[in-house]
Nanobody
Framework: VQLVESGGGLVQAGGSLRLSCAAS????????IGWFRQAPGNVREAVSV????????????YYADAVKGRFTISRDIAKNTVYLQMNSLKPEESAVYYC?????????????????WGQGTQVTVSL
């Protein structure tokens, strides 16, 4: 099982980025996939989660309150990739962004519930 993030970079405040999380060794609709972020000195926090959509699960989505209306998580099963579209970015959202996969078929926001992690991608939002 492997997750590889890409799409991070430097963007001005108010700008947009789309992060990608390419999975191998499993299908992205069979796991719950979460995007997390961690800034220096801060705990790792869940940004958005998309629940597994098979086994009668409904693919339910979670967004942290701080990103609702600006971030969108999506899943491309053909490409086995999960995306995080981030709009109207703020400087305080600068962090390393990670994607992670959990076998739990409900929306979980605790990092301890996730079995597999990518290496992370840096997002820096300048003033």
């Amino acid at each position: 099982v492997q997750l590889v993030e890409s799409g991070g970079g430097l963007v001005q405040a108010g700008g947009s980025l789309r992060l990608s999380c390419a999975a191998s060794g499993f299908t992205v609709d069979s796991y719950t996939i979460g995007w997390f972020r961690q800034a220096p000195g801060n705990v790792r926090e869940a940004v958005s989660v998309i629940r597994s959509s098979n086994r009668n699960s409904d693919g339910r989505i979670y967004y942290a309150d701080a990103v609702k209306g600006r971030f969108t998580i999506s899943r491309d099963i053909a490409k086995n990739t999960v995306y995080l579209q981030m709009n109207s970015l703020k400087p305080e959202e600068s962090a390393v962004y990670y994607c992670a996969a959990s076998r739990v078929i409900v929306v979980v926001t605790s990092s301890g519930e996730y079995d597999h992690w990518g290496q992370g991608t840096q997002v820096t939002v300048s003033l």
